[in-house]
């Protein structure tokens, strides 16, 4: 039996499920349900399929709310989507993350095939945090994304975004005239 220290030497990430019993519950209770993958590019697969178990368990339990955590640090809870109606929940999360990093990579691969056809392009990467994912590209931000309501924001600096929400990334229609140097995200 391998135990989970070993594991983690290993190179493998662990994915878990915590939950709240009731809506007034203040902590997270971690359950049983947990899966490990030593592919780093498995990222989204691997989140699809424990919340796939995990919305059976929650229906099966009764629990009032559930998350995701990737090597214990929650990726996203349930996102408040209603105003477009949109279902929520974390896979929508992440599907409307993807759409969003793969319209700004199409935009800037057809830019720079255009323009500077003998550059290499460097493709866009998302970092995870407690409270916002960056959006990074050339160990440069290029906008950071509120995990609790998929809001995109335009950076101050490395660590935190600045004031006012530009987009969102369950709206497309906010973020179309996307660019790959964000230049969108100026306040006009």
């Keep these: ?28 209770k971690k359950t049983a349900l947990g899966m490990y993958s030593s592919n780093p590019g ?41 105003k477009w109606g ?24 057809a830019y720079f095939k255009k323009h500077f056809n003998n550059l290499k392009w460097e493709d866009f990467e998302v970092k995870r945090g407690r409270r916002w994912n960056k959006v990074v590209r050339d160990n440069g931000v290029y906008c950071f994304i509120d995990r609790s309501t998929g809001d995109i924001y335009k950076p101050a600096g490395y660590k935190a975004p600045a004031k006012g929400v530009r987009a969102s990334i369950f709206d497309p229609d906010s973020y179309k005239g996307a660019d790959h140097l964000g230049s969108w995200l100026y306040r006009r």
């Excluded at 039996?1 to 997270?28: C, D, H, Q």
């Excluded at 990222?43 to 919305?55: D, G, R, Y």
């Excluded at 368990?57 to 209603?82: C, F, M, N, P």
């Design 1 to 28: 039996m391998i135990k989970f220290t070993e594991l983690l030497r290993e190179g493998n990430t662990k994915y878990s499920v915590e939950f709240k019993a009731t809506p007034k519950s203040r902590v997270w």
């Design 42 to 82: 498995a990222e989204n697969a691997m989140v699809k399929a424990i919340t796939k178990q995990a919305k059976a368990l929650k229906k099966q339990e009764g629990w009032h709310s559930y998350r995701v955590t990737i090597d214990d640090k929650a990726i996203t809870e349930a996102v408040d989507t209603s």
């Design 86 to 109: 949109i279902p929520h929940g974390i896979s929508d999360y992440l599907n409307a993350e993807e759409r969003f990093v793969d319209h700004i990579t199409k935009n800037g691969k």
